[in-house]
């Protein structure tokens, strides 16, 4: 009888560290954690609700650098590959143009303004030069169908710049490059609800994953950067076994508590909190 228990308690075990091991996050040291501990991050800069400073434009990012806050921005390619700083696929929310970003080059991006205000959409090197070693930055790798490109000419971006910095991406694979990579770089998983993924058309099994921070052990990330609100308890097991909790899209103060970090928009909280 003892015998039978034993064999039946093994795989009982092993399902129980299964997904344990699947969300270890990586090691992080003291210093990198003290320099992005405790730290608001202007959402795409700090940009204003009335759009007369837009978001991801050299003017919001200059007015955060100023104000001692970390920074949150994204960047994908342009067609003929150089690194641009805006959020969405399309152009249509933020330029009024029916068309995605890497379907045009440099030369006719730069051609469009943001939010019917003179601002253009940016390089990402204008950006890097412009803060000028802000508190902390976090750039955000989008998916597309050039990953590997955009890593490559991100770290090189980022290889120059001399402030404190860290990378994340919802595609766990973006992430897992700057692992290998950039091994001294602290990155982060980005994860949201069954519901957005839903609403990005990740539905199933694969939302399930993603939601879940299942694929962490392609990654290891040090962080994870989940949507404001309650989190899966796989999301919490991370946090617990050493993972920075980093919470986004914050509209008020109180979601500081309990978070080790904030990527905030629309308000002026105090620049670190812990």
Known sequence: MRKKAIHLLVPAV???????????PGRISRRQRNIFRGVNYAHRGLHSRDRSVPENSLPAFRRAAA???????DVQLSRD??????????????CGVHARVDDLTWDELSALRLCGTEERIPLFSEVLKSINGCEALIVELKNGPRNRELCEKTLALLSEYRGNVCI???????????????????????ATTVQNY?????????????????LNFLARPQFIAYRVGSRPPLVRLCTRLGALNIGWTSHEPRNEKGRDGVIFEFYRPQQRYL
């Open 14 to 24: 092993g399902l129980f560290l299964l997904p344990v091991y699947a969300v270890l």
């Open 81 to 94: 590959g150089k690194v641009v700083v805006f959020h969405d696929d399309t152009l249509d929310r933020v």
């Open 168 to 190: 994340e991406s919802f595609n766990p694979l973006i992430v897992a490059w700057f692992r290998f990579h950039a091994p001294d770089m602290v990155r982060g998983q980005l």
């Open 67 to 73: 104000e001692g806050y970390g920074i949150e921005l």
């Open 198 to 214: 839903r609403d990005d058309n990740i539905t199933g099994f694969k939302a399930f994953v993603l939601h879940n921070t299942l």
